[in-house]
C-alpha cells in the first residue's frame, strides 16, 4: 500500500528538502509539488532520483492547486513566510492567515479526506484556520488535521544526547513536547524522557535546557541572520512525522507522536487531556496515537512535575488567544 503525497509551498526552503525526503520515501507512489513559482524545476530535478514516487510539478494557473491536490492522502503545508530578526510569530499571521485559509479552502475542496500536516507558522493559528475553513465546507474530521509540531521534540531529543555525551542516541530519545509552537508555549515533558537527564541535574540548568527547547527557532533565525529560519531540520521533522502518519494510514499500531490537534469532545482522549490541562482550551499538542482514520487516540499527558505543571499553566493563556486569532480570522465573533 502506497500513497499520494502533496507538498504545498514545495519550492521553498522547507518545501525543497521536505520533498527530497518524501521522494525517497517507499510509502510515496506519487509525489504532487504546488508552489506560486519553481514547482516545474523542484518535480524534474527530484523526477531523476531512482525511488518509486512519480513527481509532478504544478503552479496556479489552470486549476494547478486542484490538480495537484486530486486524490491526494496526505497533504503537507510548508507555503508562507518565515520570521528573521526582530519578526514574532504573531507578526507571520498578517502574510500566512491568508495563505493558508487559500490553500485550506483547496483542500476543502479538492481533498477533504487527505490528512493535512500544517507547517506554516504560527501554527497555533493556521491550525485553527485550517479546522474552520473545513467547518465552513461541511468537511471537518478532527482525526484529518495536524499541526507539526515534531521540530520541537526533534530538538529535545538531541539537547537531551547533547547533556548526555551521545548524540548517537538522540533519534531513541522518547521525549513529549506538548502545548503549542512557538516561545513559552511550548513544554518540554523532560521527567518522561525514555533517557533521563543525570540525577543531581542543577534546577537551573533545566531551566535552560526548557528555554532552549522553546526558543530554538529564535537560535537558528538569529545564526541565519535574516536568511530566514529553520529549513533543513523542519524538512527532517516533517518528513518524520509525514512517515509516522503513513504507517499508520497503512494499518501499523502503536504509533504515538506530539502534534498540535483539535480537542475534540467525541471519545477520541481530548476531554481528558482539557481536564489534565483544566482551562477550557480547543487545541493543545498532546502525545497522540496515529490510526488508519488518522488520530485514533489523543493521549493522557502523563504524570506532570510541579515545573511542568507551571510551564503548562503558563502556556495556556498565550495559547487561547493564539486559536482564537486563527479561528475568528475565518469565523468573526458574533458579539
Ligand atoms: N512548524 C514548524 O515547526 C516550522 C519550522 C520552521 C518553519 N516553519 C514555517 O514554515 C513556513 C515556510 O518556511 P520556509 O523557510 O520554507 O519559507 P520560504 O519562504 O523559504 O518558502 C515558502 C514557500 O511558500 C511559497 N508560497 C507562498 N505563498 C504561497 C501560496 N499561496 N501557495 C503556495 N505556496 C506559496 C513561496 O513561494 C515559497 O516557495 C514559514 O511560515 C515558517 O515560519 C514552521
Ligand atoms: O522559529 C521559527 O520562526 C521557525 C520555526 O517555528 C522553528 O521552530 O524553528
Known amino acids: 500500500m502506497s500513497f499520494k503525497a502533496v507538498v504545498l509551498g514545495a519550492a521553498g526552503g522547507i518545501g525543497q528538502p521536505l520533498s527530497l525526503l518524501l521522494k525517497a520515501n517507499p510509502l510515496v507512489k506519487e509525489l504532487a509539488l504546488y508552489d506560486i513559482v519553481n514547482t516545474p524545476g523542484v518535480a524534474a530535478d527530484l523526477s531523476h532520483i531512482s525511488t518509486p514516487a512519480k513527481v509532478v510539478g504544478y503552479l496556479p494557473p489552470d486549476d494547478g492547486l486542484k490538480k495537484a491536490l486530486a486524490g491526494a492522502d496526505i497533504v503537507v503545508i510548508p507555503a508562507g513566510v518565515p520570521r528573521k530578526p526582530g519578526v514574532t510569530y504573531d507578526d507571520l499571521f498578517k502574510i500566512n492567515a491568508g495563505i493558508v485559509r487559500d490553500l485550506a479552502t483547496g483542500i476543502a475542496t479538492a481533498a477533504p479526506k487527505a490528512a493535512v500536516l500544517v507547517i506554516s507558522n504560527p501554527v497555533n493559528s493556521t491550525v485553527p484556520i485550517v479546522v474552520e475553513v473545513f467547518k465552513k465546507h461541511g468537511v471537518f474530521d478532527p482525526k484529518k488535521i495536524f499541526g507539526v509540531t515534531t521540530l520541537d521534540v526533534v530538538r529535545a531529543q538531541t539537547f537531551i544526547a547533547e547533556v548526555l555525551g551521545d548524540l548517537s542516541l ?85 504509533i504515538v507522536a506530539p502534534t498540535f490537534v483539535h480537542l475534540t469532545s467525541d471519545k477520541s482522549g481530548g476531554e481528558t487531556v482539557k481536564k489534565e490541562i483544566g482551562k477550557e482550551i480547543d487545541y493543545f499538542s498532546a502525545p497522540v496515537e496515529l490510526g488508519p482514520q488518522g488520530v485514533a487516540k489523543i493521549l493522557s499527558l502523563g504524570k506532570l512535575t510541579d515545573s511542568e505543571k507551571a510551564l503548562i499553566d503558563a502556556a495556556v493563556p498565550e495559547l487561547v488567544i493564539n486559536i482564537e486569532k486563527g479561528v475568528s480570522f475565518i469565523a468573526p465573533s458574533k458579539l
Open 170 to 254: 538522540s533519534s531513541s530519545i522518547n521525549v513529549p513536547v506538548v502545548g503549542g509552537h512557538s516561545g513559552v508555549t511550548i513544554v518540554p515533558l523532560f521527567s518522561q524522557s525514555s533517557h533521563p537527564l543525570p540525577s543531581g541535574y542543577a534546577t537551573s540548568d533545566l531551566e535552560a535546557l526548557t528555554k532552549r527547547v522553546q526558543f530554538g527557532g529564535d537560535e537558528v533565525v538569529k545564526a541565519k541572520d535574516g536568511a530566514g529560519s529553520a529549513t533543513l531540520s523542519m524538512a527532517y521533522a516533517g518528513a518524520e512525522f509525514a512517515e509516522k502518519v503513513l504507517r499508520a494510514l497503512k494499518g501499523e499500531k502503536g
